[in-house]
């Protein structure tokens, strides 16, 4: 009989080597070492994306306004993610919280740069956004690759991950997930920003 010690020291090891993804077993990205990954206390890389309609937004820029909550989306892995598209609208739903907070919500849509454009007015066109709120494309993995959040596996894009960054460009907050779920709620973000 199995020790409850050694049953947990199992599973830590069986996850180590895959995750979890909708029932299915799919091999981690060995390239992504977690020590890699944007953690609080980090300062965080400045980055300038584009709208889908060219206007040019930086972390840098948003941070002379106040903190800056980043939402990295997982883009277009051959279809529109429905766990994303209701993250978006939660926080969406609480953007008079956020604006109280005097925090800016820059949400990163990644992928290829073969249609990337289109496909995000397809994510964002039901959506109205706040003017605290910015959806910006990430054409080809720069800003992803750059914050080590590339999901470098057939039908991924970026790991869906949050972080809420104060204006001295620390991390306060992180959330990074390793599967589809796992996303990061708007209350738990707000109660980042209030500490």
């Known amino acids: 009989m199995y020790s409850l010690e050694l049953a947990r020291s199992l599973t830590v090891s069986i996850l180590t080597l895959f995750l979890v993804q909708g029932g299915n077993l799919c091999a981690a990205d060995p390239a992504t070492k977690e020590t890699d990954l944007p953690a609080v206390g980090d300062t965080a890389k400045d980055f300038q994306l584009a709208t889908p309609k060219g206007e040019n937004v ?16 997982r883009g277009y892995p051959e279809y529109q993610c429905p766990v994303c598209t209701r993250q978006v609208g939660q926080f969406i739903a609480n953007a008079a919280k956020f604006k109280k907070a005097k925090a ?48 470098d596996a057939k039908r ?7 972080f809420v960054i104060g204006t001295d460009d620390k991390i ?23 500490e």
């Open 58 to 73: 930086s972390l840098s820029e948003q941070l002379k306004k106040g903190p800056v909550v980043l939402l990295v989306l």
């Open 172 to 194: 306060k907050y992180a959330k990074i997930s390793m599967t589809h779920r796992g996303r990061a709620d708007a209350k738990e973000v707000l109660k980042a920003l209030d």
């Open 156 to 162: 991924e894009t970026a790991y869906p991950s949050t």
């Open 104 to 151: 800016s919500v820059v949400m990163v849509y990644p992928g290829a740069a073969k249609d990337l454009e289109k496909r995000a007015d397809e994510f964002i066109r039901d959506q109205s956004l706040p003017e605290n709120f910015y959806f910006l494309v990430d054409p080809d993995y720069k800003f992803t690759n750059a914050y080590h959040l590339r999901w």
